[in-house]
């Protein structure tokens, strides 16, 4: 068990090791998917009133709402866990 967390903005974390994927918010499905969490209560609004710029699909079943962007967010992560952007070594 890890004891990192990742900072979504304006404060608030995460546990880096829960989190299963991090995704773009403005496909069809992804949309879906954060109306049903919304539904069973387990949609989490991280943004404090900005636009949602990604979503992080947690471990626990949780969707949360992070005002910023998928780069930032997996920069932050890989940086945790030392991992490399695949896009980093193939441009």
Same mark, same amino acid.
């Not at 880096?16 to 609004?45: F, Q």
């Not at 992560?77 to 030392?82: R, S, Y």
């Given at each position: 068990?890890?004891?990192?967390?990742?900072?979504?903005?304006?404060?608030?974390?995460?546990?880096?090791?829960?989190?299963?994927?991090?995704?773009?918010?403005?496909?069809?499905? #992804?949309?879906?998917?954060?109306?049903?969490?919304? !539904?069973?209560? +387990?949609?989490?609004? *991280?943004?404090?009133? %900005?636009?949602?710029?990604?979503? #992080?699909?947690?471990?626990?079943?949780?969707?949360? !709402?992070?005002? +910023?962007?998928?780069? *930032?967010?997996?920069? %932050?992560?890989?940086?945790?866990?030392?991992?490399?952007?695949?896009?980093?070594?193939?441009?």
């Amino acid at each position: 068990m890890s004891n990192f967390l990742l900072n979504i903005g304006h404060s608030n974390v995460v546990a880096a090791d829960k989190i299963i994927s991090i995704v773009n918010p403005n496909s069809e499905p #992804i949309k879906r998917l954060r109306s049903e969490a919304s !539904e069973r209560g +387990l949609l989490v609004d *991280a943004t404090q009133g %900005k636009r949602t710029l990604s979503i #992080i699909v947690m471990s626990s079943g949780h969707i949360i !709402e992070s005002f +910023l962007g998928l780069k *930032a967010l997996t920069d %932050k992560f890989n940086a945790i866990f030392g991992y490399k952007n695949y896009e980093d070594d193939h441009h």
